[in-house]
């Protein structure tokens, strides 16, 4: 099976705030991570390897140093790592994004399941999964849960819905996004990290993916960010003030006749 | 492309100061930008002296975007109702429509359908365009998808807002693709630019520490999935008048690679919390699972919904499904009740829009009372026993 998992370099966004002053973003000390929920497509992939036997590709669209997480991802038990990098594709929105990405799996071999995490933890889009999906004219599922089998081509699989869950089956070549029920990521092993220490990493550009430059980056995005800002709060309020008692006398007034 | 002009750059350094992508430095008096650039402009409205400048020229501006109107609706139906934000973005849409001068549509895709049509009327649509087949009975990206995306190339509304929930996050991106055009997800702001007529599309980023604006000037429809429970339904009209248009489609496109085995409805033995009048929510403040007794018996006495932050979540007081906030759930309670919880941006983004916040935290700087209504400084564990007996005495005497 060949099998891609797209995965992407996001800062930790625990770490990300606005500077209130300048009303740009403080970046300071903010570690970049494989997209989390990305570790949890790979780790799928390579159980999937594991039991039907196959190729694990990993495949990200980014900057160079792109390629630390695509490295990480190799000792983690994927097999090849394909950077797609080029000035061209600054500034791209999830729809230049989704060309950019399917030109270049396209480039690489002929996919039989495509993984990508269910969102990634900077834009919070969960648009490129189905995006890539149609790009590459594939069935798809997003919020997978869990892989119950895969049988002659089939895939059973559950997704989440808001208000429970779906019982899917879906014949292969398919994309699929998951959630982080799906699994437990495991931790580099040993021979994964010298391996993925002397392996080359494939790097595509905008030439290599044969790709049209209209639909790449800035000039390929229909969307365009005018404002970016903090979030703001009405804040008027009322202190209830005095003792315990006084406190609760006036709190259980509000709660019996709300303002 | 960044373009700098090193003529007129003066290598002030205020673009470099303010990149929030690290991208642009001063390199011997002169601007010079690298690869970390994503062209996101703000260095170009910052630069004093229009050093900077972004050539946009390359999109395709000669798209006829006059033969698109209409706002649109994807009202989410399943398991026999329509989902509650779908009469909220008929609250929102029929803003948008009334302020650009154009019908308000509701696109409807299920099977069986009784009276949904009317109650999409009487909520706000002008029209309701309706399929119903029996290979819409579930939920399917290809299925959903192309009758939608038919739907669109046929009539060309120039918005088109689906609600941010499982199903539109998940067949509204492929529809959008297909389209290509532009999409925004999970909205929690709309607006119409009172100058280019385009639809502003604000939402939150990066965990929610963020909010972006966003527009698509140049292509049509202008596509948003919308968070729930952040637009305000209209009131049910039942004397207002629209048109219910039935849709029929080739057997081909209704046709789904996915097939659906079963479709589970998951019960909760707790009150919906987003369809409760009041919630109690607890945090970290409140210790342990036992802590959290205190905010059970206060909910049980108001008829309340129990909501808690993720701390308490992660500590394994209450389970998930209570969880409230950003990677939780949004609700909009006429009462919002939060013990013991700091206010942190992510919890905010899921309950800010409720009616009356109180907030009891014993802490005076904690950024919940910067949204609060009413604040109470002081201990939970002194102020919660007394506040319960009161009621207690309360709901005895009525
Ligand atoms: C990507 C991301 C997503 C997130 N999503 C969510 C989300 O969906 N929902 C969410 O809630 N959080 C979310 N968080 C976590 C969030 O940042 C905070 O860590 C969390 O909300 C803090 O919970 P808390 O207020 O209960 O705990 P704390 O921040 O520890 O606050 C406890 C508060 O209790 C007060 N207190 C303590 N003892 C008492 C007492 N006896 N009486 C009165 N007051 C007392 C303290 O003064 C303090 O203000 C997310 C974080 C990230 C990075
Ligand atoms: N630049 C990228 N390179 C590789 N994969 C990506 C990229 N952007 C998004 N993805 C994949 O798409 C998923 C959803 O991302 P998003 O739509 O940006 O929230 C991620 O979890 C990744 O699997």
Redesign the interface.
């Given at each position: 099976m060949n099998i891609f998992v797209c995965i992407k370099q996001v800062?930790d966004?625990?770490d990300?705030?606005?500077d209130p002053k300048?009303n740009?973003?403080a970046?300071d000390g903010v570690q970049s991570i494989i997209n989390p929920y990305d570790r949890h497509a790979l780790e799928e992939a390579v159980r999937l390897k594991e039991k039907f036997s196959g190729t694990v590709t990993v495949v990200s669209m980014g900057?160079?140093q792109a390629e630390e997480i695509l490295r990480e991802a190799v000792s983690c038990g994927a097999d090849e790592a394909v950077l797609v990098?080029d000035?061209a594709f600054?500034?791209a929105?999830?729809?230049a994004t989704?060309y950019t990405l399917a030109q270049a799996i396209v480039k690489c071999g002929k996919p039989d399941l495509v993984l990508c995490g269910k969102q990634a933890?900077?834009?919070?889009?969960?648009?490129?999964?189905?995006?890539l999906?149609?790009?590459l004219d594939m069935?798809?599922?997003?919020?997978v849960r869990r892989i119950n089998d895969l049988v002659d081509d089939t895939l059973?699989l559950e997704?989440?819905?808001?208000?429970?869950?779906?019982?899917?089956?879906?014949?292969l070549p398919?994309l699929m996004t998951v959630v982080k029920e799906i699994n437990q990521p495991r931790l580099p092993s040993l021979k994964g990290k010298m391996k993925a220490k002397k392996m080359a990493v494939t790097v595509l550009s905008a030439a290599d993916i044969g790709a049209d430059i209209?639909q790449l980056?800035?000039?390929g995005?229909?969307?365009?960010?005018?404002?970016?800002?903090?979030?703001e709060?009405?804040?008027?309020?009322?202190?209830?003030?005095g003792t315990?008692?006084e406190?609760?006398?006036q709190?259980?007034e509000?709660?019996?006749e709300?303002? | 492309m960044l373009q700098i002009d090193k003529e007129a750059c003066i290598g002030c350094g205020v673009c470099e100061e303010n990149c929030a992508f690290d991208a642009i430095h001063v390199v011997d008096g002169v601007a010079e930008v690298n690869d970390n650039c994503t062209l996101c402009g703000s260095c170009v409205e910052d630069c004093e002296v229009e050093a900077l400048h972004i050539d946009k020229a390359e999109q395709d501006e000669t798209a006829d975007l006059s033969a698109w109107s209409g706002v649109w609706v994807y009202a989410e139906y399943r398991h026999g109702r329509i989902a509650p934000v779908a009469f909220e973005l008929l609250g929102v849409g029929r803003k948008l429509a009334d302020q650009r001068q154009v019908k308000l549509s509701a696109v409807l895709l299920g099977h069986d359908f009784t009276d949904e049509a009317e109650q999409l009327i009487a909520g706000g649509a002008d029209k309701v365009y309706v399929a119903d087949e029996p290979g819409l009975e579930y939920f399917t990206d290809d299925a959903y998808g192309n009758v939608l995306i038919d739907l669109i190339n046929e009539h060309k509304p120039e918005i088109v807002l689906a609600g941010a929930t499982a199903i539109g996050r998940s067949f509204i991106p492929r529809v959008a693709t297909s389209l290509k055009t532009g999409l925004t997800a999970d909205c929690t702001q709309l607006a119409i630019d009172p100058e280019g007529g385009n639809l502003l599309q604000t939402r939150p980023a990066w965990g929610g520490n963020i909010m972006a604006t966003i527009v698509c000037p140049n292509y049509r429809p202008q596509m948003s999935t919308v968070r729930p429970l952040v637009m305000k339904p209209l009131e049910a009209d039942s004397s207002r008048k629209g048109e219910i248009i039935p849709v029929k489609s080739a057997p081909e496109r209704i046709d789904s690679r996915v097939k659906v085995v079963r479709s589970v409805i998951e019960e909760s033995d707790q009150v919906n919390l987003t369809e409760a009048d009041v919630v109690v929510a607890g945090g970290r403040g409140l210790e342990n699972a036992e802590g959290f007794a205190l905010i059970n018996e206060l909910a049980e006495l108001l008829d309340a919904g129990v909501a808690a932050s993720r701390a308490a979540v992660d500590s394994g007081w209450i389970p998930y499904p209570h969880q409230v906030g950003q990677t939780g759930k949004t609700v909009c309670p006429k009462v919002y009740i939060c013990c013991g919880i700091s206010g942190a941006i992510q919890h905010l983004v899921g309950m800010q829009s409720s009616e009356v916040i109180i907030a009891i935290n014993r802490d005076p700087d904690a950024p919940i009372f910067s949204v609060a209504t009413y604040g109470v400084v002081g201990d939970l564990f002194e102020i919660l026993p007394e506040l319960i007996a009161r009621l207690r005495v309360h709901s005895k005497i009525n």
């Open positions: 800062p966004a625990k990300v705030r606005l300048t740009t973003l970046r900057p160079p990098s000035r600054a500034g929105d999830t729809l989704t933890i900077d834009g919070d889009t969960a648009q490129v999964g189905p995006g999906a149609e790009r069935a798809y599922v997003t919020c059973h997704r989440m819905m808001d208000d429970g869950y779906d019982v899917l089956e879906v014949k398919a209209k980056g800035l000039a995005s229909p969307t365009q960010v005018v404002r970016v800002f903090s979030p709060f009405k804040g008027e309020r009322t202190m209830i003030t315990v008692s406190q609760a006398t709190l259980a509000i709660l019996v709300p303002a | -």
